[in-house]
């Protein structure tokens, strides 16, 4: 039923139930994983802060890249990670989309203070935009 599985990856502990359910799909279907992190691009006005962003994102993706690695080896599954920039619920559900994935896989973190109030979560978002499938991963 499921051949090709997106996650949401972001090296959260939700991301990571997300990933490991998806493992397990792919182990029981024989389908390939793809975990994409989409970085939100926030435009910023001074050049010293873009270069530390640039920085903090590319510790990030080395950081991210060895978890996945590991966690591919450890599960003997081939996990093909990749890094975008953009609105993580638009370009998940677009990707998934253009890329013919059968399933989208996230976790669902718990939004707190004013970020409950003025904010809609990316699953939130990717259930009300994505014409795929989606499994939302609670804690």
């Known amino acids: 039923m499921f051949k090709r599985i997106l ?5 959260s502990k939700e991301s990571l139930k997300a990933l490991n359910l998806a ?3 792919a182990k029981f279907h024989g389908a390939s994983i793809n975990a994409l992190e989409v970085i939100e691009h926030m435009p910023v006005i ?9 920085l903090r994102d590319r510790e990030r993706i080395i950081k991210h890249t ?10 003997g599954i081939k996990i093909d ?14 990707y998934a989309e253009s890329e013919d994935f059968d399933l989208i896989i996230l976790g669902k ?11 809609e979560s990316v699953s939130s978002k990717v259930l009300d935009i ?6 939302v991963v609670k804690e």
């Open 46 to 54: 001074l050049e010293a802060y873009i270069k530390e962003d640039m």
């Open 109 to 119: 973190r718990k939004l707190k203070g004013l970020k409950k109030l003025f904010m």
């Open 7 to 11: 996650v949401g990856f972001d090296g």
């Open 23 to 25: 493992i397990n799909l």
């Open 81 to 94: 990670y990749e890094v975008v920039r953009g609105d993580p619920a638009v370009v998940l559900s677009k």
């Open 66 to 75: 060895e978890i996945i690695k590991r966690i591919s080896i450890e599960n």
């Open 130 to 135: 994505s014409k795929k499938p989606v499994l």
